[in-house]
């Protein structure tokens, strides 16, 4: 018998080198499976970030401010959507 070194319950290793029980053990295995897959998505956001940012910058200064007056809140009954998108494209121009 040999003493869980995560949760310190008793348990009968198969391996002499374990150091988890069982239950231990898989929660360690789902645990890691989890960060693999939130790194993945993580590099994955990251790269769709990057690529976004590319586009949004090659949008030309004089382009931003035609699509600012086209989509400008008073011209679509200061609407939620226009609002959000104006700004956002306010905040491309600085
Ligand atoms: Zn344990």
């Known amino acids: ?27 360690r295995e789902r645990a890691l499976a989890e960060y693999d897959s939130l790194l993945w998505e993580l590099r994955l956001l990251r790269d769709e970030n990057a690529r976004l940012r590319t586009k949004a910058g090659a949008v030309p200064a004089d382009m931003i401010g035609k699509l600012i007056r086209l989509c ?3 011209k679509h009954g200061g609407s939620a959507m226009a609002n959000d998108v104006t700004r956002w494209l306010l905040e491309q121009r600085n």
């Open 1 to 27: 018998m040999k003493r869980c070194e995560h949760c310190g319950e008793w348990f009968a290793p198969r391996y002499p080198k374990l150091k988890l029980c069982f239950s231990c053990f898989r929660k």
């Open 72 to 74: 400008h809140p008073d």
